[in-house]
Nanobody, 120 residues
Framework: QVQLVESGGGLVQAGGSLSLSCTAS????????MGWHRQPPGKERELVAT???????NYADSVKGRFTISGDTTKNSAYLQMHSLKREDTAVYYC??????????????WGQGTQVTVSS
C-alpha cells in the first residue's frame, strides 16, 4: 500500500510563488510517472502537469511558463514549483504517481490534497 503526502500549500499574494512537494511511502517496488492536478472551488478536478518516466513534461495551457514539475525517484518525491501565481490558481492541488506495487501490479496513487489560495 502506498501513501502520498503533499506539503507546501498555503496563502500567497498574486504574483508570488509557492512550491509543492509530494512524497510516497509504504510498500512498493518503484514509482514512475508523476503528476499534479487541481480542483478549483466549485469546479472539476483538472490536470496541471505531468512528468513522464523518460523526463518528458506536459502542462496545462493555463500554467505553461509559470509552473515547473520535477521529480526525484531516489526520494520517491514529486515537486511543483509555481511562479507568477494568479487568483485563478486557487485550488486544492493533488499529487498522483504511477506505482509498481510489491505484487508487481501498476496503479495510480493520489495524495490527500493541499490547499493553495492566491489573494489579490
Amino acid at each position: 500500500q502506498v501513501q502520498l503526502v503533499e506539503s507546501g500549500g498555503g496563502l500567497v499574494q498574486a504574483g508570488g510563488s509557492l512550491s509543492l512537494s509530494c512524497t510516497a511511502s509504504g510498500t512498493f517496488i518503484s514509482i514512475g510517472a508523476m503528476g499534479w492536478h487541481r480542483q478549483p472551488p466549485g469546479k472539476e478536478r483538472e490536470l496541471v502537469a505531468t512528468l513522464g518516466i523518460d523526463g518528458s513534461t506536459n502542462y496545462a495551457d493555463s500554467v505553461k511558463g509559470r509552473f515547473t514539475i520535477s521529480g526525484d525517484t531516489t526520494k520517491n518525491s514529486a515537486y511543483l514549483q509555481m511562479h507568477s501565481l494568479k487568483r485563478e490558481d486557487t485550488a486544492v492541488y493533488y499529487c498522483n504517481v504511477l506505482v509498481e506495487g510489491d505484487d508487481g501490479k501498476l496503479g495510480v496513487s493520489w495524495g490527500q490534497g493541499t490547499q493553495v489560495t492566491v489573494s489579490s
